[in-house]
Nanobody, 115 residues
Framework: QVRLVESGGGLVQAGGSLRLSCAASGRIYRINFMGWHRQAPGKQRELVAGVTSGGITNYSDSVKGRFSIYRDNAENTVYLEMNSLKPEDTAVYYC?????????WGQGTQVTVSS
């Protein structure tokens, strides 16, 4: 059984930083992609950042230059470093792992940025 365990969310003031982590455990065959999505109240879930098995990253325009994603392949863990946080970054952040066979989601972690 595959589990994604997220941590690192919380409350922070605008301009502050947080780091999210997501550790995947269980039998996962060939992870191709690891990423973070977010969903704010009343809005659709959107991809924030992702990284492929080859290390290629992509970011949404709204977080470019402020967020960094990186992964530890040996530990099947992905991190999201969030800097210069803004109130509009407030959302539930979900980890997403895509393997050769399936896709998995974490339970979500709340990030709240106060103005």
């Amino acid at each position: 059984q595959v589990r994604l365990v997220e941590s690192g969310g919380g409350l922070v003031q605008a301009g502050g930083s947080l780091r999210l982590s997501c550790a995947a455990s269980g039998r996962i065959y060939r992870i191709n992609f690891m990423g973070w999505h977010r969903q704010a109240p009343g809005k659709q879930r959107e991809l924030v950042a992702g990284v492929t098995s080859g290390g290629i990253t992509n970011y949404s325009d709204s977080v470019k230059g402020r967020f960094s994603i990186y992964r530890d392949n040996a530990e099947n863990t992905v991190y999201l470093e969030m800097n210069s946080l803004k109130p509009e970054d407030t959302a539930v952040y979900y980890c997403n792992v895509v393997s050769a066979l399936s896709a998995y989601w974490g339970q979500g972690t709340q990030v709240t940025v106060s103005s």
